[in-house]
């Protein structure tokens, strides 16, 4: 049994066996032009939340590289709390409770990044510490 996302890749391959990669960077993020931001009418390739997950995530990676950072309990909890800001704004606006802004989007994603990026660090922490 196939399952159905596969599915809906295989028919983007087109004859000659070229891979669409608009497909593949749905998984990234939605794209909404109306999310993005834009500079002179060139938008950029990720929505605004995406764009501030990324950059955050990038940023703190880095930082990490070059500094040492103990993964503690308290570090871990403050992590998962500020991902709980990015989940309350993109849930209230997919139940269309309201609807979120460029600028408001972009620093939740900048929290949601910074959490995601340490909890992730921390798993490979423990990982590698046993």
């Not at 408001?104 to 490979?124: E, S, Y």
């Amino acid at each position: 049994m196939e399952l159905s996302f596969l599915k809906s890749w295989k028919s983007k391959i087109s004859v000659n066996n070229t891979f669409d990669y608009n497909i593949f960077t749905k998984f990234l993020c939605h794209r909404i032009p109306e999310r993005t931001f834009n500079i002179r009418g060139y938008y950029f390739p990720v929505c605004s939340r995406c764009t501030g997950f990324y950059l955050a995530g990038s940023l703190y990676f880095i930082l990490a590289y070059f500094l040492y950072i103990p993964y503690t309990i308290p570090i871990i909890i403050l992590a998962s709390l500020m991902l709980i800001p990015t989940f309350f704004d993109g849930f209230t606006q997919l139940l269309g409770l309201r609807e979120s802004n460029n600028v408001l989007r972009f620093f939740t994603g900048l929290m949601g990044g910074v959490g995601l990026a340490i909890l992730l660090k921390a798993i490979k922490w423990a990982i590698v510490m046993g």
